[in-house]
């Protein structure tokens, strides 16, 4: 876990749009209230791998969004109960 405190430039969720079911556990779990679900964009949806597409179709599009990236403080909260997990942090260096 990061400190709370930290600059939260320096830590961005990065969700994985080909895993996310929209289960929304990762919501609740934000103290700061920077995720939401809801209806993954068209424009959003191009470029997913055919898994991506059938996952988004199969629960209507609805995906964890990172509303308020300001918000965020790299608690990790949301990585670490993500049942798909389809959240990671740009300071891990990716994937």
């Known amino acids: 876990m990061t400190d709370p405190n930290a600059d939260p430039s320096a830590h961005r ?3 994985d ?3 996310c ?7 609740p779990a934000c ?5 939401v679900v809801a209806p993954l964009p068209k ?6 791998s055919l898994r991506g597409i059938l996952k988004g179709y199969a629960h209507g599009w609805q995906q964890a969004v990172l509303v308020d ?9 949301c990585e670490a109960v993500c049942p798909e997990q389809a959240i990671y942090f740009l300071s891990d260096g990716g994937r």
């Open 31 to 35: 103290p700061w209230d920077a995720l």
């Open 13 to 15: 969720p990065i969700i």
């Open 43 to 48: 424009v959003e949806r191009q470029g997913l």
């Open 17 to 19: 749009r080909n895993r």
């Open 69 to 77: 990236p300001s918000a965020c403080r790299g608690c990790r909260m």
């Open 21 to 27: 079911e929209g289960k929304a556990a990762c919501v």
